[in-house]
């Protein structure tokens, strides 16, 4: 299993970014993001099931969007009105529909300054 993570980048307070998660080897039921920012401990942002559930952080909800491709075995969050606390490193994470096992992505940085 391998999930390659796109997207990250700076942009200013109020803009938007868009990250894509692209998933090989296996069938996933859930995929989402997850974000560490320093000297703070990962935490969920947004999970999205197979069949379209969807999960947020309170933080996020409103703000961002998380969809997928299951034909691509891709997920994607879209960020619109991002605050400088989104600050972080983005991981995407899957989870294999069989046997539960959870993967993570090499992680993306999403940096919100002026």
Avoid at 19 to 31: Q, R
Wanted: charged share 15%; aromatic share 10%.
């Amino acid at each position: 299993v391998q999930l390659q993570a796109y997207g990250g980048g700076l942009v200013q307070p109020g803009g938007s970014l868009r990250l894509s998660c692209a998933a090989s080897g296996s069938i996933f039921s859930v995929m989402g993001w997850y974000r560490q920012a320093p000297g703070k401990q990962r935490e969920l942002v947004a999970v999205i099931t197979s069949g379209g559930r969807t999960n947020y952080a309170d933080s996020v909800k409103d703000r961002f969007t998380i969809s997928r491709d299951n034909a691509k075995k891709t997920v994607y969050l879209q960020m619109n009105s991002l605050k400088p606390e989104d600050t972080a490193v983005y991981y995407c994470n899957a989870v294999i529909a069989t046997n539960n096992r959870s993967y993570w992505g090499q992680g993306t940085q999403v940096t919100v300054s002026s």
